[in-house]
């Protein structure tokens, strides 16, 4: 049995997701596929599993070409894909969460669910697997790791030759996550081709027998795992020279200091987190999705609550209650899902730049005042439209981006919170962008940036700070120069 | 650079192309419709049916003027009846005792009930469906405790000279104060912070949020406003028919919230405005003044008011929107 992808493209809009990737799964082996974040793992599991459709390319499953419609029938046809997102329902029962596309299968001749056929089917997966709950437990009563036990009984329930598991450890604990993995290490033993995804080295040497590395959607290497060690992947992951277009750093920081975080926690989320933002300083934020580092920005800008820990601006003390709040405050944040927090699209550029600062005249707003900000704004950040009348939807991913900057300075702040700045930008919008940032930084505004693009971090930030499940891991100083090997190193 | 100055040009004429239709659809209905109403029937356009169509028109406009508001913030009003109701009893049972100047009971009535339904659904979190809904039932129990049932009758001279008077050319003065109301209307949803604040609620509550605008306090202010606007529109109704009844205004609810919805306000908010509100209370008055003069029996006439209501919204729908950003 073996399962190989020949030359396998895929294009979102301009975006070239996967470059002509070739890749072979072989019965009782594991292959781990690794990369940075849109590095096109991901998209190239979802492509060979029928969840997107390949731009170009071959797939055969023992030979014989496979072009699967969609995911159920590339399931049924022998390759399964466990989602990287949770897609359990809590308010079904784990028989029927496992089947929850195939229920037709067990209806009595009234057509009603035979309910006694479901379980025994769903509890005779589970043995097969090997768990420690019953297919008629409360589905409430389970841990995380234990419902995706039960997105691998789905994919299980199809009896595939090849499955696929995307990041499914991402979301799991410690001990979810090694009876997570002695599960998939009982499947090999079952002679079934599996891939995996995932962030964590230590996985990937203790499961997978092959890696496949890739980068900006191209295949990088293929390597064995017993011939390579971890700092050979991060490098193959890596192995990209810092380019121009970052602008130049500042010779020195300043000492004043703008704000101070002391021992800020919330939950499980974020743990002790200290430092000081100085007077023009860009401080970046590294780490893995689900790091803290939206729950940092969150908690500063108001928007959420943390559990412990004290804000100080400029020597007070700061309450940060609300997003109006902060604003009064002097911060201003840019969310990291640009479209649905950021701005309104179908509002006019003018609407969206004025919209936290609402020049007033009396009680009326004063819209000639509105309109000159928002031009000075275009100007500013270099926003390529023919009038601030314009709707938003009409700019392109850079461009709205950018409104959403130029709205956050509308505001006049202090502290600048970005996240992600320029995720899903395309390169010219980014090297604007990052002059804006660095403008400003010299003007005086302190920036905290967080970011899961590490050339960027390096590029712009004049000190770095790194989280790992919550927690600082490192703090890059002024004089110190990060590589994106020490910085993944600290992250994972 | 270029490249994108011809997207953004395209796009504009896409927009506009898709305006064409869509967006004037309302008044293009309107006039249509005059026109075939003037046909069947020489009456329908002489001043004396327009200032009919005026007084009749002011209860559904003024109360849209409110319901304007709550649709632009992506939430609903239910209680525009009740409300109407109460405020309406306050007038006819203050009048006695203060005269003229009732009106300010009237008012406060419609203000305080806004407030409780917007603490309800803002700071209480309880979907404006069902809060809205709420306060219809109790309200209307409120006001058959007040009248017992019986119409609370309204005879102090003054009050309706005021209130359901004529002036010069024998503009009926209601039409004159729904004409000052409208204007303010439209000065505070377009000019000032806080009308804008409110369509910003409605195009993205979350947007709007971490933007620094206050969310719960804009949603409270504006449920307020549209009580009291349904307060008003009860205060005028009562002086036209000179007395506060129990059944007043049931089932008015659906009426005000199809012409903010016929006059392109949908109820996603965000879009839409007085403008078209407007357009859309005409619409459905005049629809009923013209087939009533045509002495089309009720029930035909409420199968073609529903039949409108539809169409209007599948016209003016934006289908284009959920693939443009799915």
Known sequence: MDFTVKNVSKRF????????????????????????????????????????????????????PFNPENYVQAATEGVAYVFQETTINPYLGIAENIFINRLREFRTPLGLINRKKLNSAAQKILDDIGVDFKATDPIQSLNLGQWKTIEVARGLAYDPKVIFFDESTAFLNYNEVKAFLNIVKR??????????????????????DTATVMKD????????????????????????????????????????????????????????????????????IGGLKGAGGDELLSIIYGDEKETAGKIWVENTEYAHKN????????????????????LITTFSIKDNINMGAMKKKGILTDLAKETEVANEMIQKVTIKTNSCEMPCDSLSGGNMQKVVIAKCLATNPKILLLNNPTRGIDVGARLEIYTVISELAKEGMSILMLSEDLGELIGVSDRTMILRRGEVSKMYEFDEKPTEESMITYML | MEENMTVNKSSWKDKFRNKSFRDYFPIIFLVVMCIVFGMMNKRFFSWNNFTVILVQVVTLLVSGMGATFVIMTGSI????????????????????????????????????????????FAIGRVPSF????????????????????????????????????????????????????????YIILEKTPFGKEARAIGGGERVAELAGIKVVKTKVLVYMWAGTMFGIAGLLQSARVLAATATLGEG????????????GTPLSGGVGGIGGTILGAFIIQILSNGMNMMGLSPYLQSIVKGCVLVLAVFISIDRTKKAETK
């Open chain 1, 13 to 64: 809009g301009p975006t070239v997701a996967v470059d002509n990737v070739s890749v072979r799964f072989a019965a009782g082996e594991i292959r781990a596929i690794v990369g940075e974040n849109g590095a096109g793992k991901s998209t190239l599991l979802k492509i060979v599993s029928g969840i997107h459709k390949r731009d170009s390319g071959e797939v055969y499953l023992d030979d014989k």
């Open chain 1, 187 to 208: 499947l090999k033993e079952r002679g079934m081709a599996i891939g995996i995804v995932t962030h964590h080295m230590n996985e990937i040497f203790e499961l997978a």
């Open chain 1, 217 to 284: 959607g191209r295949w990088v290497a293929d390597k064995k795992i017993k011939d390579i060690t971890q700092d050979e992947i991060q490098q193959l992951m890596v192995g990209r020279k810092l380019s121009a277009i970052y602008p130049d750093k500042k010779e020195v920081l300043s000492d004043e200091i703008t704000m101070k975080v002391e021992g800020l926690s919330c939950g499980d989320q974020l743990k002790d987190v200290t430092f000081e933002l100085h007077k023009g300083e860009i401080l970046g």
């Open chain 1, 323 to 342: 997003p109006h709040d902060a604003m009064k405050n002097g911060f201003s944040m840019l969310p990291g899902e640009r479209t649905i927090e950021g």
């Open chain 2, 77 to 120: 009003d239910l209680s525009v009846g009740s409300v109407l109701a109460f405020s309406a009893v306050v007038t006819a049972l203050t009048v006695p005792q203060f005269g003229v100047f009732a009106f300010v009971f009237a008012i406060l009535a419609g203000a305080l009930c806004g407030l409780v339904n917007g603490i309800v």
């Open chain 2, 130 to 185: 069902i809060a809205t809904m709420g306060s219809l039932t109790a309200l209307r129990g409120v006001v058959l405790i007040l009248t017992q049932g019986v119409p609370v009758q309204i005879n102090d001279e003054k009050f309706l000279t005021v209130f359901s008077g004529r002036s010069f050319l024998g503009i009926p003065n209601t039409a004159i104060f729904m004409v000052i109301i409208v204007i303010v209307s």
């Open chain 2, 252 to 263: 008015f609810e659906l009426d005000v919230i199809a012409a903010v919805v016929v006059g």
